[in-house]
């Protein structure tokens, strides 16, 4: 799910408000080691809500890193 900025905080797809873009990134690091995985509509965007690039490239690290994994 992507970090979005809104008027009260920063939010990890529905989960928020948090005071800071970290807080966010870290529930979002917390959720993906406990075994969190999207569903294909959450994975391709199709929110209308602005994307944060810095979850975009966790997301492709995290997958990159657990691609690697299985070599």
Do not use: H, I
């Not at 970290?22 to 080691?33: E, G, H, M, P």
């Not at 569903?39 to 690697?68: C, F, I």
Request: proline share 4%; aromatic share 10%.
């Amino acid at each position: 799910m992507p970090l979005t900025k809104r008027q009260d905080g920063w939010y990890w797809g529905s989960k928020g408000p948090f005071k800071s873009k970290a807080k966010a990134l870290s529930v979002a690091r917390a959720a993906y080691a406990s075994g969190y995985k999207e569903d294909q509509e959450s994975a391709t965007g199709s929110s209308s809500e602005p994307v944060d690039q810095d979850a975009n490239v966790y997301r492709k690290e995290k997958n990159l890193s657990m691609s690697a994994r299985t070599c």
